[in-house]
């Protein structure tokens, strides 16, 4: 339970809490860099020289100081190192190329046949991937890893994908032996909404933020969570189900067993079936004519597109989903209170204003400690390539963030 | 937002994993110990022979090694040191007096008015505490501290009540300054929540689990978690207020702002409520007739007990109460992914054994991820004295259990 430390790792996390810093601020000295971290100031300049001496860390400009000779600006070079990323989602393939800052050089999307067997779509994820870096003239050797992001349920510690919900002939896909196989690089696997997270961490609205949330909206809805800098993940793997959090008692059965789950209200699904069955009872709407030949054609972007339009069966039926999102936010704010709340994946494209105006209204009155703190409310930046951005930063998380559970777990592996 | 760490501060914290092993642990020995903490057989060696000549630890008989000689079994010695704990409740005050292994060895409440100020109190629980203390013939010099546990919110760097809602006069209460006044020991002031949940870490059922939480049933209703073996307070420190999860969007509205919060379905406050309403409708109770005279008298544990006596009209009101808290239950386990759920506090008195029923029914059926990982549940055995217990534990917590954040924060005081 309780796990010993010693010196050895020491230096090691000193090292990532140095680096882990300078990526944060957007510039910073090394004696902010020791003001910040605690850390001595020889031991920050130590840790500089080396990061400097490795390519990883540049000097840019100075800013004066008050004492007398400007202070250096330190920050990440960005070609120091480089990651690929893929998302495997139910309906396409998405594989980007970021540099060390998390910055997107190249990407593409691959939409796929639901009857592909896992192994040669992975293969086929691997080839795209290959093609990116060759055209991108990026040798093998300052190729970091490859993240892989698969809906959950997700066996991290061995690679393997566990018959998510959605996906059904992804049952125990031994996803990292797969795809080390045919990529050539070490392969980190995570589940959507954990990699999105991490991504926001290394390079969107989660820079520098202690505590935060992450709710994903992508064809299912599922969640994350940073806690005091670490990402918590639960005892099996499977926390930040937000998606399945009741906010309607007597609302649509979902499969998870509950009844009125956030996800079962407002997933793309969701949202086209409610739709569908306005449409169905013949109410007045733009959609009814553009789809008057087969109704059940009616998409989830269709119906962004005419509620933002202003089309009163799509706007209510998104208005109503905006209200789930609210509730569940308020439910996040009161359990968690966390610094913020981000919501991303490709479910709110379109739609991102009228979800982050009503979640901002229902946390600003409605969580118990909202006078002592009120919880903020983002939308990811990244969005559809938020998971396939984030499966890249799994890499540099894993690489170069500070962990704790690193720190006390040095000698962890060679107990038994 | 990174911190680094530093040398001097491992050995405290190896010190406090050792201490804190064999706590959790019913008897264990040194290679038992190096095993499970992945230190050296040697630090072991060094720290127990340290614990053992400050009388922390004893050697209390061996067992068999498979080697040769035979291992002696390290316990912690319950006389080395002892902890006060006060919990201020809005309608009593309790004190009790616990060993090192958080064992009670004295208690007791005492009715206050709630037109009491809240300096006279604090005097009054200060001098309870010294009369244990002097009945157990306990020098000041062994006793570690004391703990107060108060309705949130509080302030915990300032040992501030800050305004908790059922607390009228309790606005900014500086209790730790005034408590250690009157006292004369250190204090350390947390919610009761987190007191209690602190408590079952120490001596109850989260005794070696690195990932629980608690849901504290009191006047109000609180929660708490121990996340990754560090108890989490979210970044204003109001973490785990489950109470206010909604769980009938459409119930009674909660002074929080929202409606149909579990405390507002169900706290003691909310079951009598609802079972008056039943009488005044005429239907058929032994509690109409004990109560005819003046029905507004009923109180929860006359309905708590009548419930289990079987009565249609009281356990109907319990019966709903308990699908409540299961709803909320299974959304903890679907956000936290925790090992253990806890329900405690004296709202829970006589009931028990129906909500942890209805909670453990809810959870195997319910959650996403329950055939990965089905979250327990288990009664507090602190019964009323919970909080208070938790409040000494408070002390034994803060001296002993080794924390990641103190690790990491060698050098943060002194660091502006």
């Given amino acids: 339970m309780f796990s010993g430390t010693n010196l050895p790792k020491i230096g090691g996390y000193n090292y990532n809490v140095v680096l882990s810093s300078i990526q944060a601020a957007d510039g910073i000295s090394r004696v902010e860099l020791a ?49 690929v990323g893929i998302h495997f989602d139910p309906i396409e393939v998405s594989v980007v190329v970021v540099d060390m800052t998390g910055h997107k050089l190249a990407h593409s999307r691959h939409a796929i046949s639901p009857r592909l067997e896992p192994e040669a779509l992975i293969s086929e994820a691997a080839e795209f991937a290959h093609k990116h870096l060759a055209e991108l ?10 993240g892989a992001a698969c809906p959950g349920p997700i066996d991290q510690s061995q690679g393997l994908v566990i018959s998510p919900p959605r996906h059904d002939c992804w049952t125990e896909v031994p ?41 994903y909206m992508g064809t299912g809805i599922g969640g994350a969570m940073f806690l005091s800098n670490n990402i918590y993940r639960g005892v099996s793997l499977n926390a930040g189900e937000f998606g399945h959090i009741v906010v309607e008692p007597n609302g649509t059965p979902c499969y998870c067993g509950n009844r009125g789950c956030l996800e079962a209200m407002c997933s793309p699904g969701a949202i086209s079936r409610d739709v569908r069955a306005e449409l169905a009872m013949g109410r007045a709407s733009t959609l009814a004519k553009l789809y008057h030949k087969d109704p059940e054609l009616v998409d989830h972007t269709a119906i962004c597109l005419a509620a933002v339009d202003g089309d009163a069966v799509a706007r209510r039926v998104i208005d109503r989903a905006a209200e789930y999102l609210a509730d569940c936010a308020v439910t996040i704010a009161n359990a968690l209170d966390v610094e913020l709340l981000v919501i991303g994946g490709k479910g709110v494209t379109h739609v991102a204003d009228i979800y982050k105006e009503k979640v901002t209204e229902f946390l600003m009155s409605r969580p118990l400690a909202r006078k002592t703190h009120t919880l903020q409310v983002a939308i990811s930046d990244m969005a559809n390539d938020g998971a396939a951005l984030g499966a890249a930063s799994l890499v540099l998380h894993a690489a170069y963030a500070p962990s704790t559970a690193d720190l006390i777990s040095v000698f962890r592996s060679h107990s038994d």
Same sequence: chains 1, 2.
């Fill in 35 to 83: 003001k910040q971290t605690g850390l001595t100031a020889q031991t920050v300049s130590v840790i500089v020289r080396r990061l400097i001496e490795q390519g990883i860390v540049q000097e840019s400009g100075s800013s004066p100081s008050a004492g007398g000779k400007p202070r250096k600006t330190l920050r990440i070079n960005p070609t120091a190192a480089y990651a």
């Fill in 137 to 146: 003239d990026i040798a093998d050797d300052r190729v970091l890893g490859v």
């Fill in 175 to 215: 996803i990292k032996r797969l795809l080390e196989r045919d990529i050539g690089f070490s392969v980190i696997v995570d589940n959507d909404a954990n990699a999105a997270a991490i991504g926001e961490r290394w390079s969107g609205h989660g820079r520098g933020i202690s505590d935060f949330a992450f709710l």
